[in-house]
Nanobody, 125 residues
Framework: VQLQASGGGLVQAGGSLRLSCAAS????????MGWFRQAPGKERAFVTA????????LYADSVKGRFTISRENAKNTVYLQMNSLKPEDTAVYYC???????????????????WGQGTQVTVSS
């Protein structure tokens, strides 16, 4: 599976961005899809993830109520809608895919099998 993230950019605090992650292959629904982010000097951190059928989702506390993950399996694409952005949301955002079935925690980076190249999100104050 190859993942291509896009949609990053520069936005003012309080603004919105939508990230997209397009996946190759024909079994997109067989993967949990996650978004992680890495700020300068910090470890990569979990943001959100969504089940293969798009019904279940998990969010980091820091983004609950502001970010929404969704997916379109027919288009092999997962989205991250980011609203009410804050300067502390500034980071490189990565999408990742985790093969199903799984019993692992979706928020753990080591659980994921494939990673995209990342897209920069910068939020100015």
């Amino acid at each position: 599976v190859q993942l291509q993230a896009s949609g990053g950019g520069l936005v003012q605090a309080g603004g919105s961005l939508r990230l997209s992650c397009a996946a190759s292959g024909r079994t997109f629904s067989a993967y949990v899809m996650g978004w992680f982010r890495q700020a300068p000097g910090k470890e990569r951190a979990f943001v959100t993830a969504i089940s293969g059928d798009g019904i279940g989702a998990l969010y980091a506390d820091s983004v609950k109520g502001r970010f929404t993950i969704s997916r379109e399996n027919a288009k092999n694409t997962v989205y991250l809608q980011m609203n009410s952005l804050k300067p502390e949301d500034t980071a490189v955002y990565y999408c990742a895919a985790k093969r199903l079935p799984t019993t692992g925690w979706w928020g753990r980076t080591l659980e994921y099998d494939y990673w995209g190249q990342g897209t920069q999100v910068t939020v100015s104050s």
